[in-house]
């Protein structure tokens, strides 16, 4: 995670450079810095906490110079204080990072030998002085960051200006991104398009290893063999406008109404409602020879994959595993010959999801991803990319990309299954059709939030909340309990409603508020008799279901939800569980959008 942003220009760099950090803090904002060189000379502002802290120290301390980087942080090493916010500086170096330095100890030892002082803790520091060391020992710029790349071990995007050189910026990817933005008399670094989105269009993604100098009117690109190669440029799509909250409270909550449009925008692109079909984008290989489907993903877009297993395995029978990404690639996966390998991410960056995706792609298996951003590394490494179209989330917690990935993962499931030959043109089109019945329905219950929001206000002094839900429910049980904690911070569990009495069924008492998801038919019967179990025990229910008359008289609540066919149900039910922690986030009074210790983009093992 971390958001980067290198300016070489001819204009001053720190407004320009406040832009793009504002368009990279859903990448981390723990701190924020900018680092700038003015008559040769490094000068740097940092401060803890949000930009808006960077802003005005900013403000009160002007920082001149048309050539600049800056930094939003999302700690690992070290505290979120001054003396570890980004830019780290010497006289001679500033740099800024995103990863991690794995073998920043033993070369902080070597350093600390040899005299260096340390300001902070983190494992950046030691790059700023490893490369301060080469120079010092009279190395020629590129020549000491060469040395200095050649002695780090771990994953790192870097972005390095040197005192004296005005003309000069040096960058390095190895395992977090880097992009290379190409301007007229001016050139940039950045941790993606966002961050590049005002200042140019014209990108060149650095591959795993590759480093570049740029000077204002010329960039070389190096191999990890420190051979210069070509790169493409792309011309980016991604707009400079900032994306604001409308007449929203917060991102979030915008995010959650727009749900219905953007969930039809993407199954616009996947069905053809007049035929009743299913088309997916240019297959490169066929779905009918596909044994098994790998679902990799983490987050909310795991538990998307989780959904979507049950869909795979009812409608197309074949066989599916699914897996967190971060436990993935270590548990040496058994893949099947030819094999499809399914990744799932909004922002197409998320470190582990990436390994195992490169894992995959090693094991010989199809490699497809879900993604939201086009550009991604994820996007651009598989042989199928299925894109989400939900439009930039902004809110850190996750809710319309889930949404938009189920869409996909319902609308592959029927192009898998009548590919294996499981349904008939007929059922086909009855699934298009319930598919697109989906809008309408989750706008139906939007127009129903207040009650919703009353409930939530309710139970947002509550200590524990869990949620339980059955069969497909029980995925979406757990997004609810992992979006309450994060917003609220709540503690909350997600649990399949027949294993509660196994353990979790110790916690209830009046004070615990159990949300159950049940909607009507299938094993609705069999949560509803766990749900009286957890009455018996004077556990607060909030029923979702469309069942006439809830479970009983003594409930807490039910939200009463539309009827609709199987394959949406898991689609309307995360509506509800996103309200009830965005409203009770709200009755906390929490940092909605921005919640305490997490990021949008997890770009760290
Ligand atoms: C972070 C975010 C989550 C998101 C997860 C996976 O933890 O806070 O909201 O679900 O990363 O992100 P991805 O971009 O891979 O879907």
Redesign the pocket.
Known sequence: MCGIIGILGSNPAVPRMLESLKRLEYRGYDSAGVATLDGGKIDRRRAPGKLEALTSALAQDPLPGNVGIGHTRWATHGEPTEANAHPHATDKVAIVHNGIIENFKALKDSLLADGAVFEGETDTEVVARLLTRELNNGAAPREAFQATLAQLEGAFALCVMIAGEENLMFGAREGSPLVVGLGTGENYLGSDAMALAGLSNRLIYLEEGDWVELSRDDYQIFDRANQLVARPVSISQVAATMIDKGNHRHFMQKEIYEQPTVVAQTLGRYLDPNAGTVRLPGMPFDLADIPKVTLV??????YAAQVARYWIEKIARVPVEVDI?SEFRYRDPVYADGGLALF???????MD?LAALRHAKEGGQHVASI???LGSTMARESDLVLPMHAGPEVG???TK??TC?LSVLASFTIALAEAKGQIDAEAVSGYVNELERAPALMAKILANDEEIEAIARDIATAQDILFVGRGIYFPIAMEGA?KLK?ISYIHAEGYAAGELKHGPIALIDEHVPVIGIAPNGGLSEKTVSNLQEIMARKGKVVLLSDMEGGVADDMYAQFKMPSAGDLITPILYALPVQLLSYYAAVEKGTDVDMPRN?????TVE
Request: a negative charge; hydrophobic letters at 45%.
């Open positions: 993903a983490c987050g909310t877009s795991f990404a799932i991410s909004q922002s197409g960056e998320t999801t993604v939201n951003v850190v917690a996750s990309a889930f990935s992992l994060e997490l990021a949008k983009s997890v």
